[in-house]
């Protein structure tokens, strides 16, 4: 079993900053590619920023230039270091794990974390 556990949301004024953590843990041999997902209220969840095993970047264009994804795989964790916010970035930030490949089972699947609460105020 694989969980992801979250941490760095908060509270905070139009252009400051946060930094989120997920870290993964269990029987893991390797992770595809670990992300950040957003969910605003009355909005679809939408992608915020991908990067993948051996380090490509993929960002939405909403947030190219303020937020940096970064990973290590060593401890199976991934941040998003947000700068420059603004309130239309205030959502759950939920962080997704691709294509884990896991050794006790072996199994390959995608997981979730629980999301933490981003809110940035004007």
């Known amino acids: 079993q694989v969980q992801l556990v979250e941490s760095g949301g908060g509270l905070v004024q139009a252009g400051g900053s946060l930094r989120l953590s997920c870290a993964a843990s269990?029987?893991?041999?390797?992770?595809?590619?670990m992300g950040w997902y957003r969910q605003a209220p009355g909005k679809q969840r939408e992608l915020v920023a991908q990067?993948?095993?051996?380090?490509?970047?993929n960002y939405a264009d909403s947030v190219k230039g303020r937020f940096t994804i970064s990973r290590d795989n060593a401890k199976n964790t991934v941040y998003l270091q947000m700068n420059s916010l603004k309130p239309e970035d205030t959502g759950v930030y939920i962080c997704?794990?691709?294509?884990?490949?896991?050794?006790?089972?072996?199994?390959?699947?995608?997981?979730w974390g629980q999301g933490t609460q981003v809110t940035v105020s004007s």
């Open positions: 269990g029987s893991i041999f390797s992770i595809n590619a």
């Open positions: 997704n794990a691709d294509r884990v490949l896991t050794s006790i089972p072996m199994s390959l699947n995608n997981y």
């Open positions: 990067i993948t095993i051996g380090g490509s970047t």
